[in-house]
Structure formats: C-alpha cells, structure tokens
C-alpha cells in the first residue's frame, strides 16, 4: 500500500521555533524609537502570521498613519537587527520539535514556509542541526505577497514538487499556529494542522487537526489526515495528550 502522506510544510515562528516572545519585543523597541506602543494583547490578536514589513504596514493602516514602504523596510531591518541582539545562547525550540522534524524528514520530503526572515530562520536551523533536513524554505520576501496570501505556501510546494514530481497538494500537509497562516495553506490547497502553541483551538478555524504542539503529533495521524477523501468536509478534530499515543 502507498503512502498517504507525501510531504509536509512547517510554520517556523510558533511552531518549531518559540521565537514570537522575542520578535515582539523586537517589534516593541523598533515602534518606540518612533514613540509608537504595541502592546501584548494588540500583536498576538491582530499581527501574528504576518512578515516583519506587514506588521508595520497593517499597524500603520490600523492606526491611519501616513508610512511609505521604505519606511516600514526601514523599521523592519531596525527590528532585525533588535532580534539579533536578543537572540541568545539556549534552545528556542519547542518541546519535540527537534524529534518530529527529524522523524518527519525520515518519512517524507519537508519545507518550511515563513514569514520570518531567511537568516533568522537559518541561525536557528543551524544551530540545532536541522537545516539539512529541509528540502526547501520559503522565508519573508521570496514572494511577492505574505501570508494570508497563500503564496508563500505554493512556493514551498512548487519547490518540493521540483525534486518529487508525483506530489499532489491534498496529500501535503501544513503546520500552522495562527489563523492567517491557516488561510494561507488552504488557499493553496494543502491540508491544515493547527498547533495550539499561540491561539488557542478555538481560534483555528481553518485546521482539520489540533494539537498542542509538535510533541503530540506523530505521522501516522498526518496519514490519516490526507487519507481522508475531502479536506474541505474532514471535519475538526482535537487531539488531547493521549491520541496517538
């Protein structure tokens, strides 16, 4: 019998990575040096999923201030070079990240389809030995439009399928852990796992499958994901600390 499941593409801030904390800050202190708050509670509901220059431009627009593109580029290197700076020794990885990433790359093909800067992205890889697992990774500004856009996921799926021709995107599968990242692999056309790491479930409207984190999730449910005929009609499903087990 084939294999269901033929590939898989990571989120990397909120699902491998635990790194938001740290890119909030960052985004607090390039915002204060204008005499600009963001606070806590304004990020996590109205700015998470997006790249570093959407979140200055949606604030920009949410706000009704006047900020060309250049200015909200210059902001976001600002914050880039503010992450940097708080990027410390120590594990940023979520609990099982490392362990699923490495069985999943036994099994399967993986991406990674971001909206986080390519460095920040390969620093963290690079340092936990996990870079050369990844077959592709799509990072902020290898597309025209961010998520919720769904073309940073149709990227990662084009180059995967570069490399493995038989790939079809309903037997692909996305890990996500915010709505807009959500409405990103929908729309092109993968299926959709949400983990609760920053939203909770009820916020993951667009997932066919929750749970906690890359620690609960094993393969066998990614197979039985894809196997499922519709993916628009497979229903929501919430796993607890016991499935799959």
Not at 51 to 68: E, K, N, P, S, Y
Not at 132 to 159: C, W
Request: proline share 4%; aromatic share 6%; with cysteine.
């Amino acid at each position: 019998m084939s294999q269901p499941l033929q590939a898989i593409v990571f989120d990397f801030d909120g699902v491998i990575a635990n790194s938001e904390p740290l890119h909030l800050r960052a985004f607090q202190q390039a915002l204060a040096d204008e005499g600009l708050t963001l606070t806590d509670e304004e990020y996590f509901a109205h700015y998470l999923g997006y790249d570093d220059v959407g979140v200055f431009a949606a604030l920009a627009r949410d706000r009704g201030i006047a900020m060309t593109e250049r200015q909200s580029a210059s902001l976001a290197a600002r914050k880039g070079i503010r992450l940097q700076e708080m990027l410390r020794a120590g594990d940023v990885l979520f609990p099982g990240a490392a362990d699923f990433i490495r069985q999943a790359a036994a099994a399967v093909p993986i991406a990674i389809a971001s909206g986080a800067l390519r460095h920040e992205i390969e620093e963290i890889l690079d340092a936990t030995e996990l870079r050369t697992h990844f077959t592709a990774i799509v990072a902020s500004g290898d597309t025209p439009e961010s998520k919720p856009s769904p073309e940073p996921y149709a990227l990662a799926f084009t180059l995967l399928q570069r490399e493995h021709s038989n790939l079809t995107t309903n037997r692909c599968v996305a890990i996500e852990d915010s709505r807009w990242g959500l409405v990103s692999a929908r729309g092109a056309g993968l299926r959709c796992v949400g983990v609760t790491n920053s939203y909770p479930a009820s916020a993951l409207t667009d997932a066919e499958l929750i749970v906690g984190g890359l620690h609960e999730l094993t393969i066998p449910m990614l197979e039985g994901l894809v196997a499922t005929e519709n993916p628009a009609k497979a229903g929501h499903h919430e796993s607890t600390n016991e499935v799959g087990a």
